[in-house]
């Protein structure tokens, strides 16, 4: 039988550092967004790097490059309602994993969940999210996608590639308590 360490996984010095960074995540997203749409009409191009990336505003009423865009209405709706709250329930379960327990591993999580935030304040907005991110090499295009999207991906690679190791009952013994 092993022992369960009483520590919280989720102390309160990792809760600010949880919050803070989905926050900041959050407002350089939504401040981004309202850039580009106080700046281009939809569909507009500016090129930046001709050959390779341009800013545009698009807006993608589907999920992760266009997934369930062509739903109809209602369907579309709660497919993504409920892949955004399975996303933000595993988020929450990872940040409390004894193998998430890192600070890169907090900070990757809370940006997945700040970019999963901003694309929801999108939804509610405008009834699609703001894509302006145009990466492209002669007519082969990414999808268009921004900020809360490189998040998002960001901090699922980091957390995919951190070495892992489990918490043990030394490791919450010698962490500081709040």
Same mark, same amino acid.
Do not use: E, H, N, P
């Given at each position: 039988m092993t022992q369960r360490s009483s520590a919280p996984l989720l102390t309160r010095t990792a809760l600010t550092l949880?919050?803070?960074? $989905? #926050?900041?995540t959050i407002l350089i997203?939504?401040?981004?967004?309202q850039l580009i749409l106080n700046t281009f009409r939809p569909g507009e191009v500016l090129p930046v790097i001709p050959g390779f990336f341009n800013l545009t505003l698009t807006f993608n009423p589907g $999920? #992760?490059?266009?997934?369930w865009s062509n739903l109809p209405g209602g369907w579309r709706e709660f497919a993504l309602g409920v892949s955004i709250t399975l996303a933000i329930?595993?988020?929450?379960?990872f940040l409390l994993h004894p193998n998430c327990q890192s600070t890169l591993a907090r900070v990757s999580l809370s940006a997945v969940l700040g970019g999963a935030i901003g694309n929801?304040?999108?939804?509610?907005?405008?009834?699609?999210?703001?894509?302006?991110?145009?990466?492209?090499?002669?007519?082969?295009h990414w999808p268009a996608f921004n900020i809360a999207?490189?998040?998002i991906f960001m901090g699922i690679m980091v957390v995919v590639f951190l070495p892992h190791k489990a918490a043990t009952p030394e490791d919450s013994a010698n962490a500081p308590s709040n």
């Open positions: 949880v919050s803070s960074v $989905a #926050a900041l997203d939504q401040t981004s967004k $999920a #992760a490059f266009g997934l329930v595993a988020v929450c379960i929801i304040i999108d939804r509610c907005t405008y009834g699609s999210v703001v894509d302006f991110l145009d990466f492209y090499l002669g007519s082969y999207d490189s998040a």
